[in-house]
């Protein structure tokens, strides 16, 4: 699977991702997707970095999404975070 398989199962993710991190994102949909694309490959490359595993192999892998999912949660929040702070 490569940057394309990514790119679908992050457009997945970023959705998924925003309904599971509680509170208000700031950002449309658009935004959204582009974290949720950021997220997977986030998401893949820390499943490569620390579990060694090549997340590469197979689209339908559970592994794969759950990485991709994870990594997006991730990045949401991170999100979320910065553009919600007060600013002095």
């Excluded at 997945?12 to 658009?30: D, E, H, L």
């Excluded at 060694?52 to 990594?71: H, K, R, S």
Aim: charged share 10%.
């Amino acid at each position: 699977m490569g940057i394309i398989g990514w790119i679908l199962i992050g457009l997945i993710m970023g959705a998924i991702a925003r309904a599971i991190v509680p509170g208000k994102q700031k950002g449309g949909w658009i935004v959204t997707l582009l974290l949720g694309i950021v997220g997977a490959l986030l998401g893949g490359f820390i499943a490569s970095a620390v579990f060694g595993t090549d997340v590469n192999e197979e689209f339908f892998d559970l592994g794969t999404w759950g990485f991709a999912l994870i990594g997006s949660i991730i990045v949401v929040f991170i999100w979320s975070w910065f553009t919600n702070r007060k600013r002095a």
